[in-house]
């Protein structure tokens, strides 16, 4: 009796495999990602930026979407101060948040630049009067340069840094 139910079930899982290969093969269904969000751009940006008390020798960057959609943003801000393009301060890999940054119209993030090294050990030191702040792609700035000015006595020196771009500006002066 035992023998006969185990076949029984053998051929009716059989005829269940049969009967499913016959039937065409239907695409699974794509998961929702929910809205794909276009970069954030200079164009439709407001940047501000400015001293803070603490960590000495920082300044926090601040975007606001100025835009009527929402945008994202990723990796750090490019910087250039005065002549320079964006090679004034180097991306703090390890400020890198888990998710994009995304920011609905009207809202901002924050970036913290790291001017010159507390102990005095960067080179080049000098006194810099404008930021250019360039968004980076993935792939590069999207977009052209916006311009600002900085607080006076701004100074930087070779071991200029700033973070990726963060959601509040507590996290971004972190680092």
Not at 43 to 70: C, K, M, Y
Not at 86 to 92: F, L, N, R, T
Not at 128 to 134: E, G, I, K, P
Request: glycine fraction near 8%; hydrophobic fraction near 40%; aromatic fraction near 6%.
């Amino acid at each position: 009796m035992r023998f006969a139910r185990l076949i029984a079930t053998a051929a009716l899982s059989g005829a269940a495999v049969l009967a499913t290969a016959a039937v065409p093969a239907q695409a699974a269904p794509q998961a929702d990602r929910g809205p794909v969000r276009a970069l954030c751009s200079t164009t439709s940006a407001d940047f501000t930026v400015r001293n803070v008390s603490r960590p000495i020798n920082h300044q926090l960057l601040t975007v606001t979407n100025t835009g009527s959609e929402p945008c994202v943003l990723v990796k750090a801000p490019l910087l250039g101060f005065d002549n320079d393009t964006y090679v004034g301060a180097q991306p703090i890999e390890e400020s890198a948040p888990q998710a994009v940054v995304t920011l609905e119209p009207g809202q901002a993030a924050y970036a913290g630049i790291r001017l010159s090294s507390a102990d005095g050990s960067g080179e080049n030191g000098r006194n810099v009067r404008t930021l250019h702040v360039f968004l980076d792609s993935g792939e590069g700035s999207e977009g052209g340069p916006d311009s600002i000015a900085l607080p006076k006595g701004t100074w930087i020196d070779d071991s200029a840094a700033v973070t990726y771009w963060q959601s509040n500006a507590a996290d971004a002066l972190v680092w």
